[in-house]
């Protein structure tokens, strides 16, 4: 079955240092989202991507979808400590069918201030 | 416009017992998805409902069932409890569509313990 893995699994910054989250699918992908959960807290949407290349931003985060649509990032600038989390891609095979959301590992990250 | 409502918001139970979790979906979605989330596994997909249907589900054993009522709300249940099914619970619902990229919209979690 579909495979979503991301890397690394946990990352530990300085506050004002660079992020970079991947995903990658064994699969193709129809879509891409991301979330970010707090401690404690629930997966909270945060984008979609949709086609081959597709660049987003966000203020200080940057989404990328791969060419192939079988992988993904996710790349924040000079983080803050509310940056805390984890942060999940998650992904929808290629299908005219109804498919599950397969979620990513997950890419825990600690901002030290 | 009210989020997801998952309850209980946490219990306790010991093995061998059943639980009954219960999920209102945010007004107007018709797709429910239900999700088990444990430190080692992640985030494990249990199975989707739209229309009182289910028509996805993950690899879980047959002790996790669900349904989904007429008004969306939906229920997961989990017979003869073991140990390893502490995990939180997560509810999403979302606007349902073929294939769509709709977003899901989660709710708080049921924190079950088994002891």
């Known amino acids: 079955g579909q495979q979503v893995m991301q890397i690394p699994q946990y990352q530990h910054v300085q506050e004002g240092e660079d992020f970079t989250t991947y995903c990658n699918s064994s699969?193709?992908?129809?879509?891409i989202q991301w979330y970010k959960q707090r401690p404690g807290g629930h997966p909270v949407f945060l984008i979609q991507?949709?086609?081959?290349?597709e660049v987003k931003k966000q203020k200080r985060l940057t989404f990328q979808f791969g060419e192939a649509k079988k992988n993904s990032s996710l790349h924040i600038t000079a983080t803050q400590t509310t940056d805390v989390g984890t942060y999940f891609c998650?992904?929808?095979?290629?299908?005219?069918?109804?498919?599950?959301?397969?979620f990513g590992t997950g890419t825990r990250l600690l901002v030290s201030p | 416009k009210a989020g997801v409502t998952q309850t209980p918001r946490y219990l306790i139970k010991t093995r061998g017992q059943q639980v009954t979790l219960s999920c209102s979906p945010i007004?107007?979605?018709?797709?429910v998805s239900w999700y088990q989330q444990t430190p080692g596994q992640g985030l494990q997909f249990l199975f989707e409902?739209?229309?009182?249907?289910?028509?996805n589900k993950g690899n879980f054993p047959g002790r996790f069932s669900g349904r989904q009522f007429s008004n969306s709300r939906s229920e997961m249940n989990v017979s003869t409890l073991e140990l390893g099914d502490s995990a939180l619970y997560l509810c999403?619902?979302?606007?349902?569509?073929?294939?769509?990229?709709?977003?899901?919209?989660f709710g708080e979690g049921s924190w079950l313990t088994v002891v």
């Open positions: 699969t193709t992908l129809s879509n």
């Open positions: 999403a619902s979302s606007l349902a569509g073929r294939n769509s990229g709709n977003t899901i919209y």
């Open positions: 007004s107007g979605h018709r797709s």
């Open positions: 409902y739209f229309s009182e249907t289910q028509r």
């Open positions: 998650a992904g929808r095979e290629m299908n005219t069918g109804f498919q599950k959301l397969v």
């Open positions: 991507l949709v086609k081959s290349g």
